[in-house]
């Protein structure tokens, strides 16, 4: 193998996702297709690859329409029942994973705890427990109360240096 094949298995390799081009922008280059206009003349119009347009032409002549074509792979199980399952969460903080899969089951839909915990950390929701006291006791309140009494005088210089 010579070394310029190399490198262009590299790039290859190394190149990113193609981008998929907008509805409008292909309808232009269908119109521009119907009207006689060449490829090279397309591309050089609309600033994109000759390549892009000629796809975009041939896909048109086969299949009759520019829209992107429904792709294989499994459809989203929750794509409705997600939203609902996060309102339920968000509703009641202190739910489980398994009381969020009964209450699914319940409603009629079959899902597992670990479809659950995906949904809910894909919408910035983590099990988190909560504290098993309060912050301030109420002895802390009382000394918060008492040196604001004490202090109650004081100006506003002293008062904008507290925390």
């Not at 090279?40 to 074509?69: C, D, E, F, N």
């Not at 040196?147 to 925390?163: Q, R, S, T």
Request: with cysteine; proline share 4%; net charge positive.
């Amino acid at each position: 193998m010579n070394c310029d094949h190399l490198q262009r298995i590299c790039n290859w390799m190394m190149m990113g996702k193609a981008k998929e081009h907008s509805i409008e922008l292909r309808q232009r280059i269908v119109d521009f297709h119907k009207t006689g206009s060449s490829l090279g003349k397309i591309s050089r119009r609309l600033k994109i690859p000759k390549q892009s347009v000629a796809t975009i032409v041939r896909k048109y002549k086969s299949v009759g329409m520019i829209h992107t074509l429904p792709r294989s792979g499994r459809k989203p199980l929750l794509s409705a029942t997600a939203e609902q399952l996060v309102r339920m969460v968000r509703s009641n903080p202190k739910s489980t994973k398994k009381h969020v899969c009964r209450e699914m089951q319940d409603a009629g839909t079959q899902v597992s705890l670990s479809t659950v915990k995906r949904i809910l950390h894909r919408h910035g929701l983590r099990g988190c427990r909560p504290r098993k006291k309060p912050l301030l006791q109420k002895r802390h309140l009382q000394a918060r109360l008492k040196y604001a009494c004490e202090n109650m005088d004081k100006g506003d210089d002293f008062w904008n240096n507290v925390l």
